[in-house]
């Protein structure tokens, strides 16, 4: 069993920051990437940035330059730092991690998803 916590959405300014973090938990063997997803109303979801295991990243060109994702291996923890956020990045952001677990299967697991929010 494998679970992903997602944290620190919420409503900002324009121009402002936010940090995002998702941890996992369970079963798990090893963790191969993590990425975060963002959804909003009517639109497809899509990739905003991804970090695999040899801390390799890449970005949507949307949040290039203004986005950074992270990982902590030890605590099998993903961040996105958001600085420069902008109304258009206004959306659900899904955490997703594509994990082996202990019992050898590999598989895509989701976050229940934060809002964020970017109004003045």
């Known amino acids: 069993q494998v679970q992903l916590v997602e944290s620190g959405g919420g409503l900002v300014q324009p121009g402002g920051s936010l940090r995002l973090s998702c941890a996992a938990s369970?079963?798990?063997?090893?963790?191969?990437?993590m990425g975060w997803y963002r959804q909003a109303p009517g639109k497809l979801r899509e990739l905003v940035a991804v970090?695999?295991?040899?801390?390799?990243?890449n970005y949507a060109d949307s949040v290039k330059g203004r986005f950074t994702i992270s990982r902590d291996n030890a605590k099998n923890t993903v961040y996105l730092q958001m600085n420069s956020l902008k109304s258009e990045d206004t959306a659900i952001y899904y955490c997703?991690?594509?994990?082996?677990?202990?019992?050898?299967?590999?598989?895509?697991?989701w976050g229940q998803g934060t809002q964020v929010t970017v109004s003045s």
């Open positions: 997703n991690a594509n994990i082996r677990t202990l019992g050898g299967r590999t598989f895509d697991a």
């Open positions: 369970g079963s798990i063997f090893n963790i191969n990437r």
């Open positions: 970090v695999d295991s040899g801390g390799n990243t």
